[in-house]
């Protein structure tokens, strides 16, 4: 425990040292977002590359704060089932192992209404259920990483009235009707 709280430190003094090196770069370009920072961030400590996104985002467009409580909620309920088929696996290979042991009697209540090819099934059933859920927490904190570096990409994405794209409805003396599509460059 003692070891993760040291490399969390380190993580952070080196997000703040290198956020200090960063200041200085302003002056020759205000418009820069690091998208090595935020995939870093978010690889090291959940949703934090979101935040660092969050926070160089423009003020009317900060949109991705909101994110954090659903990656921590998502990466909660992958552990929580990993840890839950995790503890049935062993539980359910003790009990077969004790029945084993002790002529087919069964020593956990949890399990007595099944017999030894019963505990074998639900054991089997437990570990891929188990699998998936090592899956899903691998997916899930992947897809948080990939979110954080594709939405740095888009903190300095000019989206002005400049640059529009327009359907309209479009009739020609109440007899042809269309849509009428505008692209506008400039």
Same mark, same amino acid.
């Given at each position: 425990?003692?070891?993760?709280?040291?490399?969390?430190?380190?993580a952070f003094l080196f997000a703040f040292t290198s956020k200090a090196q960063d200041s200085l770069k302003v002056?020759?370009?205000?418009?820069?977002? /690091?998208?090595?920072?935020?995939?870093?961030?978010?690889?090291?400590?959940?949703?934090?590359?979101?935040?660092?996104?969050?926070?160089?985002?423009?003020?009317?467009?900060?949109?991705?704060?909101?994110?954090?409580?659903?990656?921590?909620?998502?990466?909660?309920?992958? /552990?929580?089932?990993?840890?839950?088929?995790?503890?049935?696996?062993?539980?359910?290979?003790?009990?077969?192992?004790?029945?084993?042991?002790?002529?087919?009697?069964?020593?956990?209540?949890?399990? /007595?209404?099944?017999?030894?090819?019963?505990?074998?099934?639900?054991?089997?059933?437990?570990?891929?259920?188990?699998?998936?859920?090592?899956?899903?927490?691998?997916?899930?904190?992947?897809?948080?990483?990939?979110?954080?570096?594709?939405?740095?990409?888009?903190?300095?994405?000019?989206?002005?009235?400049?640059?529009?794209?327009?359907?309209?409805?479009? /009739?020609?003396?109440?007899?042809?009707?269309?849509?009428?599509?505008?692209?506008?460059?400039?």
């Amino acid at each position: 425990m003692k070891r993760y709280l040291g490399l969390l430190i380190l993580a952070f003094l080196f997000a703040f040292t290198s956020k200090a090196q960063d200041s200085l770069k302003v002056e020759k370009c205000d418009t820069c977002h /690091s998208v090595r920072k935020a995939t870093l961030f978010s690889a090291v400590i959940p949703g934090s590359g979101q935040i660092y996104n969050h926070l160089a985002q423009p003020k009317g467009q900060k949109k991705a704060y909101w994110k954090v409580p659903l990656i921590y909620a998502a990466l909660g309920g992958a /552990s929580y089932f990993l840890i839950t088929n995790q503890r049935d696996v062993i539980s359910l290979r003790k009990e077969y192992r004790d029945r084993e042991e002790n002529g087919g009697i069964a020593v956990n209540e949890d399990w /007595s209404a099944y017999d030894s090819q019963g505990l074998l099934t639900l054991e089997n059933q437990n570990a891929g259920f188990r699998d998936f859920s090592i899956l899903g927490l691998v997916l899930i904190y992947g897809l948080q990483v990939a979110d954080a570096a594709v939405e740095a990409h888009f903190v300095s994405f000019d989206v002005s009235e400049d640059l529009s794209f327009r359907i309209k409805p479009w /009739s020609y003396q109440s007899s042809h009707v269309g849509l009428s599509l505008s692209l506008n460059f400039r």
